[in-house]
């Protein structure tokens, strides 16, 4: 069975561009969270959502947006990059939208802002 | 807001010795997690703890949540060399807004 799994796995942009992220869950799986992992820290919650709907989000600026498919595929949007959104960008899925459910990561997309 | 605690940030261990990390958090938490990282990969998830003293083991590797709901200990026994890698603590506090949080992670090495 597959993993979750994330493109592109790699991108470089530069500062004031715009990135979108794409996710694919674990087949079954409703729910989507998102994290940033920025180099030698553990991953920071971003958003999670279930069923579509946002069910958390963490300290980010609103130039962070994110959306999930009907399909539970999920893309997360940043705009006006800046330096410091360089970051490995974790996608995670869970059967439900419970806090408790285990999540399971993906591979990761690996963001330069130049 | 909720912190996790994780020191030292790097252990250097001889393969055949088993090592303990420990993590702690000003806050309780519901559900202690502990994950591995390898580079260039997403976290994996070791162990799984839902109540207060449970101790759970899956093969060499052995977690305990800890009786005050804030820290959490994970045993790796008998290391060997693929247990390289980075181990992350992680928690959850099931209350409004809550999230899974992680501690910064501690590098593991292992010496053949």
């Known amino acids: 069975d597959a993993g979750v799994t994330q493109s592109p796995t790699h991108l470089i942009k530069t500062r004031g561009q715009q990135v979108t992220l794409r996710c694919s869950p674990i087949?079954?799986?409703?729910?989507v969270s998102w994290y940033q992992q920025v180099l030698g820290q553990g991953p920071q919650f971003i958003f999670q959502?279930?069923?579509?709907?946002?069910?958390g989000r963490g300290n980010f600026p609103d130039r962070f947006s994110a959306r999930q498919f009907p399909n539970y595929s999920s893309e997360l949007n940043v705009n006006a990059l800046l330096l410091g959104d360089s970051a490995l960008y974790l996608c995670?899925?869970?059967?439900?939208?419970?806090?408790?459910?285990?999540?399971?990561f993906g591979p990761g997309t690996r963001l330069t802002v130049l | 807001g909720q912190q996790l605690n994780q020191s030292p940030q790097s252990m250097f261990i001889q393969e055949g010795e088993d090592v303990s990390m420990n993590c702690t958090s000003s806050?309780?938490?519901?559900?202690w997690l502990w994950y591995k990282q390898d580079p260039g990969e997403g976290p994996v998830l070791l162990i799984a703890?839902?109540?207060?003293?449970e101790l759970t083991s899956n093969g060499r590797l052995t977690a305990q949540f800890g009786i005050t709901r804030k820290d959490s200990f994970l045993n790796i026994s008998a290391s060997i060399p693929s247990d390289v890698g980075i181990y992350f603590c992680?928690?959850?506090?099931?209350?409004?807004?809550?999230?899974?949080?992680f501690g910064k992670g501690i590098t593991l090495s292992v010496r053949p």
């Open positions: 703890l839902y109540k207060a003293g």
């Open positions: 959502y279930y069923e579509k709907e946002e069910r």
């Open positions: 087949s079954g799986h409703k729910s």
């Open positions: 995670a899925s869970s059967l439900g939208g419970r806090r408790t459910d285990t999540q399971y």
């Open positions: 992680a928690g959850v506090y099931t209350g409004a807004n809550s999230k899974l949080t």
């Open positions: 806050s309780i938490f519901n559900t």
